[in-house]
Structure formats: C-alpha cells, structure tokens
C-alpha cells in the first residue's frame, strides 16, 4: 500500500554533531513534503517544506534533501543541539486537495 | 493571533459518555483539519473543512464522531458514546488554501476514556 515511513524510530545523537533524519515514501504522486518536529506535550511544528521540483533546500541549521528516484527523504540538522531532541515526523501531500499524510516519526534524542 | 488554539487540554471521561473539543484556528485561514495521535505514532487524518463545509472524512471517523465548523471560523469534534480506544491526542490544525507552506497546529486535547 502507500505510506510514509521512517527507517529509523529512534536516534541519539552528540551535542554539536550532525543529525540525520529519514524517511521513505511510495507514492510517486507526491509533490509535496514537510517535516515537523514534536515537543512533548505540543502539537507539531513546521520545520521545513520541499516541492517535489527540487532535490535540497536549506533553513536555518535545517536541510531537506528529496530523492525522487528512490523515494527517500531527509532531515538534516546541523551542529545539533539539546533543544533539538523531540520526534520528528515526514508529511506528504498528494497532488490537489488532499490532506496531509503523515509517518510514524523518529525520536532524537541529544546527548549533551 | 496567537495560533490555534484547542480546548480544553485535558479531558478524561468514563465509557459511554459524550465529550466536545473545540478548536480556534488562525483568523484568516480558511482550512481546519482534525488529526487523531496516538502514542508512539504520527498523527492520523480525521476530516477537514473549507471555510463552513466538511470537504472529506477518513474512514477513522465512525458514525460517533461528528464535527462541524458552521460559520467557517471555530469548531467542534464531538464523540458520542466513548471507548477506550477513542483514547488519543487530538490535533487541530489551520491552513491558508490547500496548505502549501504547511499546516499550523494546536497543542492538542489529550483524551483519556476510563
């Protein structure tokens, strides 16, 4: 079936390395991506976005990276720090007016 | 504006009764979505309207749940007759047309069926 999944459910990391987050989609007809970050106790918070015309782009310490080819997707954070830690969910929407559709996240935790 | 805003926060309830959230989106957004989460997982499509009308429900929505949104601005998920497995997190979400640059959500109302 579609989904949206994650490879890795959890990952800890040191403060001040690199994260790396990622996600794999089946749904070739997704033009659309968002990762969101989860604190504990709140609602999801819009990190970065990516439309399927591109293959990278670049926030603040935050970079998405699309492979259509393979249908993979990923959260780079640099130079992470502790209030980093949270679980981090890829979203895709299909072309038109579909919601969003989520995956089932990876917890990172930051190891000060 | 100070985003979405849900309530109440908490509500813990006894089998078989009824409960009401209420979500307050953005002002100027049009779309509100309703999102089930459970622990341990991503948050999972409920419905969603367009200003006042309910544009699409998932199959998760069983004839228990009802929402509305009728004068396009707030609304409410209501959950008549409540199971323990009706025990999630539920989020509300805003967005300006079809949410490309994302959705903006609450904080969310923990349910708790005893």
């Known amino acids: 079936g579609e989904s949206v999944g994650l490879h890795l459910p959890t990952l800890s990391v040191q403060e001040g390395d690199n994260s790396i987050i990622n996600c794999a989609y089946s749904n070739s007809a997704s033009d659309y991506f968002i990762w969101y970050k989860q604190e504990s106790g709140k609602g999801p918070q819009f990190i970065i976005d990516i439309r399927s015309n591109m293959d990278k782009r670049q926030g603040q310490r935050v970079t998405v990276l699309l492979n259509k080819t393979v249908k993979h997707l990923s959260l780079q954070i640099a130079a992470t720090q502790p209030g980093d830690s949270a679980v981090y969910f890829c979203?895709?929407?299909?072309?038109?007016?579909?919601?969003?559709?989520f995956g089932k996240g990876t917890r990172l935790s930051v190891i000060a | 504006d100070t985003g979405v805003s849900q309530n109440p926060r908490h509500k813990i309830t006894k089998r078989g009764q009824n409960v009401t959230f209420r979500c307050d989106p953005i002002?100027?957004?049009?779309?509100l979505y309703w999102y089930r989460q459970t622990l341990g997982q991503g948050p999972e499509f409920l419905t969603y309207?367009?200003?006042?009308?309910?544009?699409?429900k998932s199959r998760l929505l069983s004839d228990r749940f009802s929402a509305e949104r009728p004068k396009g601005s707030f609304s409410t998920l209501e959950i008549q007759r409540t199971e323990q497995g009706d025990s999630a997190m539920y989020l509300c979400?805003?967005?300006?047309?079809?949410?490309?640059?994302?959705?903006?959500f609450g904080s969310g109302t923990r349910l708790t069926v005893v």
């Open positions: 979203a895709e929407n299909r072309a038109g007016n579909t919601p969003l559709v």
């Open positions: 309207f367009q200003n006042e009308a309910q544009l699409e």
């Open positions: 979400a805003s967005s300006l047309g079809t949410g490309r640059g994302g959705y903006t």
């Open positions: 002002s100027e957004h049009n779309r």
